[in-house]
C-alpha cells in the first residue's frame, strides 16, 4: 500500500507515492520518435507544460498491457509502455501522486510532479525538467519495456524482459 505524506502541496484526492519504492509506474511512449536504439528518450518523459505533471499507470492496479490499452481506448497512441520505479522517482528528484480519486481520472491513474521553484527563470526551469526527464528515460531503459503491442514488435522493436527480481513483470 502507498503511503501519504502530510505536506501543503499535496492535492485533495491525491495520494503521495512512497512505498513500495519497487512499484513500477507505467509510462505509454506515444512516439516511435521519442526511442533511440529501443530506448526512451527524454522526450518520452517529458512533463506537461501547463500542468508539470508526466501521466503514468500504477503497476499495483494495471499491468503493463491493461495501462496500454486504457490509454488506447480513450483515444491515445503507444508504441508501448516503459516503466519507472517509484523509488526511480525520488531517486530523480522527483514526487509521484496517486490522482485516480479526482473526478475524470480512471483507476490506477498517476503522476510525475515535475513541479520546480517558480522563482526559477524559464530557461533553468526548461532545464531542469529536461534533465529530470532524461534521467527518467535512462532509469526506464535499464528495466526495458514492460509492454510492446505485436506492431511494435513488427517494427522491430526489441521487447527485454523486466529483471526476475522486479515485481509487476511480464512475459512478454
Known amino acids: 500500500m502507498s503511503d501519504s505524506t502530510d505536506t501543503d502541496d499535496v492535492q485533495p484526492r491525491e495520494v503521495e507515492l512512497m512505498h513500495p519504492p519497487d512499484e513500477h509506474l507505467y509510462r505509454q511512449v506515444v512516439n516511435a520518435e521519442f526511442l533511440d536504439d529501443n530506448r526512451p528518450t527524454y522526450q518520452a518523459f517529458m512533463p506537461h ?20 490499452q486504457n490509454f488506447l481506448d480513450h483515444g491515445g497512441s503507444s508504441v508501448g509502455a516503459w516503466p519507472v520505479s517509484v523509488d526511480d522517482v525520488h531517486q530523480a528528484g522527483l514526487r509521484a501522486f496517486d490522482d485516480s480519486a479526482k473526478p475524470g481520472r480512471h483507476d490506477g491513474h498517476a503522476y510525475i510532479s515535475f513541479n520546480a521553484n517558480p522563482q526559477e527563470t524559464n530557461n533553468a526551469r526548461k532545464n531542469w525538467r529536461k534533465q529530470r526527464a532524461g534521467d527518467l528515460a535512462h532509469r526506464a531503459s535499464k528495466h526495458g519495456p ?22 509487476n513483470s511480464e512475459s512478454l
Open 146 to 167: 514492460a509492454y510492446l503491442p505485436e506492431s511494435s514488435r513488427s517494427a522491430g522493436l526489441v521487447a527485454l524482459p523486466l529483471p526476475l527480481d522486479e515485481p
Open 49 to 68: 507544460s501547463e500542468s508539470d505533471e508526466l501521466s503514468v499507470d500504477r503497476g499495483a492496479v494495471l499491468t503493463a498491457q491493461a495501462a496500454y
